[in-house]
């Protein structure tokens, strides 16, 4: 008797996972998996493109004349503006902000979105301290800084991390606002371009450094998407077949 019932359970998990769980996860991880995955090969590719090239210093041109193109740009108004934008992709910041929300969705027992949040955050910063470390390519020094700087310049630190995770949060908010996503994805792209600009009109990165650091970004970023949806649909499996098994 016992060895029926478990024989049984075991085929109503199984015909409840092809019925229901099956069909719907399949398709959505392909999908996920495909466009992530080819979205993380073109951005690996640019910035090994873009390494080589500042390895070989072939973008010292290109980027010195976009640097003094946009020192013409300068306003006072402007200045204090952009010291606010430069503030919001600071890595130290945007860290203990990673804590904190990890916190906040730990206690709402969101512990998949907690993970993510905190291996983004952690997993980004170390990256981009190996990176400058290995490229240890020095800061532009056209004009006077106006703000203090640590570190190498190649890739930019600000712009990888605020493509990881505003670009994660983004993400996170535009699947349970559908109505909203093309706002969201709109004003995420916008904050991460503006604070990779605000780095630009400080003087205290390359061109290069800023794209590279998006693109590192872009493939840490999509690593972390891939992992959320993985966990969120084993979860979902879990609690589908909890229910199950109490009915």
């Not at 590719?45 to 290109?62: G, H, M, P, R, S």
């Not at 969101?110 to 291996?119: C, D, L, R, Y």
């Not at 559908?178 to 630009?200: D, K």
């Amino acid at each position: 008797m016992l060895f029926d019932s478990i024989r049984r359970f075991s085929q109503n998990i199984l015909a409840f996972w092809r019925q229901r769980i099956g069909p719907k996860l399949l398709p959505l991880l392909a999908t996920v998996r495909l466009a992530g995955l080819a979205l993380a090969a073109i951005a690996l590719w640019l910035f090994a493109y873009i390494a080589d090239e500042v390895l070989e210093t072939e973008t010292q041109a290109f980027d010195t004349n976009v640097l003094l193109s946009i020192y013409q740009l300068h306003r006072p108004w402007l200045d204090p503006i952009v010291r606010v934008l430069t503030n919001l992709g600071d890595p130290t910041f945007l860290v203990g902000a990673c804590g904190g929300l990890s916190l906040l969705l730990l206690w709402r027992k969101q512990k998949s979105e907690a993970m993510t949040v905190a291996i983004a955050a952690v997993g980004a910063l170390g990256l981009n301290l190996l990176l400058k470390n290995l490229f240890a390519r020095h800061r532009p020094e056209l004009w006077s800084r106006v703000v203090d700087v640590r570190y190498y310049s190649f890739p930019s630190g600000h712009a990888m991390l605020s493509m990881v995770i505003y670009g994660l949060i983004g993400y996170w908010l535009a699947t349970r606002f559908q109505r909203w996503r093309g706002a969201i994805a709109a004003l995420t792209m916008i904050l991460i371009l503006l604070i990779g600009f605000s780095r630009l009109y400080l003087g205290v990165h390359w061109p290069t450094d800023i794209i590279a650091g998006y693109a590192a970004g872009l493939v840490w970023l999509v690593t972390c998407i891939l992992s959320l949806e993985i966990w969120r649909q084993k979860n979902h499996g879990k609690k589908q077949v909890n229910q199950l098994h109490e009915s």
